[in-house]
């Protein structure tokens, strides 16, 4: 059975810093694209940032220079550190992890974790 948990997430202050983590179990990790989502209340979800499975990262605009995005093969987890936080950094943060070109049958969802950033 496929289990993707996120942890990690909080309140924290304009310019401080977070770091997400997320575990996923049952699945091959290191062939695995993983990605990390973002949806905020009223929005649609939004990719952040993706790390394939040789390492290659991608960033939205909004969070380059600021978030990074890393992955631990041997512990089949995969990280999101949060720098410069911004109030509109808010929202709920959700793990993805997906083996293109199959991404129909094998794309798998952790539950979220909320990043509230608020003075």
């Known amino acids: 059975q496929v289990q993707v948990v996120e942890s990690g997430g909080g309140l924290v202050q304009p310019g401080g810093s977070l770091r997400l983590s997320c575990a996923a179990s049952g699945i091959r990790f290191s062939i695995y694209v993983m990605g990390w989502y973002r949806q905020a209340p009223g929005k649609q979800r939004d990719l952040v940032a993706t790390v394939t499975s040789g390492g290659s990262t991608n960033y939205v605009d909004s969070v380059k220079g600021r978030f990074t995005i890393s992955r631990d093969n041997s512990k089949n987890t995969v990280y999101l550190q949060m720098n410069s936080l911004k109030p509109e950094d808010t929202a709920v943060y959700y793990c993805?992890?997906?083996?293109?070109?199959?991404?129909?049958?094998?794309?798998?969802w952790g539950q979220g974790t909320q990043v509230t950033v608020s003075s």
């Open positions: 993805n992890a997906q083996l293109p070109p199959y991404v129909n049958q094998f794309t798998y």
